[in-house]
Nanobody, 119 residues
Framework: QVQLVESGGGLVQPGGSLRLSCAAS????????MYWYRQAPGKERELVAS???????NYADSVKGRFTISRDNAKNTLYLQMNTLKPEDTAVYYC?????????????WGQGTQVTVSS
């Protein structure tokens, strides 16, 4: 099992920045890929960014050049640095991980953290 706790959300003005964190515990050493998803009101959950254990990253087109995903494997923590925030970035942001436990892939979700971009 892997437990995930997100933090760092809040209210920010357009053009501002926030950094989200996601602390993993439990069998965190089994984590292979870490993701950030988001879900805006009335919309489906969408993938924002991902990072492998080796540091390879991918981003949604809507956040490329503005968001940076990173991870500290020693601390089992995932980050999302969000710059030049726009109102359309308003959503609940969720941490998600792919963990391989006893050779089986498992996905785990955090509880989510609200990000609101508004003047």
């Amino acid at each position: 099992q892997v437990q995930l706790v997100e933090s760092g959300g809040g209210l920010v003005q357009p053009g501002g920045s926030l950094r989200l964190s996601c602390a993993a515990s439990g069998t965190a050493s089994s984590i292979a890929v870490m993701y950030w998803y988001r879900q805006a009101p009335g919309k489906e959950r969408e993938l924002v960014a991902s990072i492998t254990s080796g540091g390879s990253t991918n981003y949604a087109d809507s956040v490329k050049g503005r968001f940076t995903i990173s991870r500290d494997n020693a601390k089992n923590t995932l980050y999302l640095q969000m710059n030049t925030l726009k109102p359309e970035d308003t959503a609940v942001y969720y941490c998600n991980v792919l963990a391989v436990i006893f050779s089986k892939p498992n996905r785990y979700w955090g509880q989510g953290t609200q990000v609101t971009v508004s003047s």
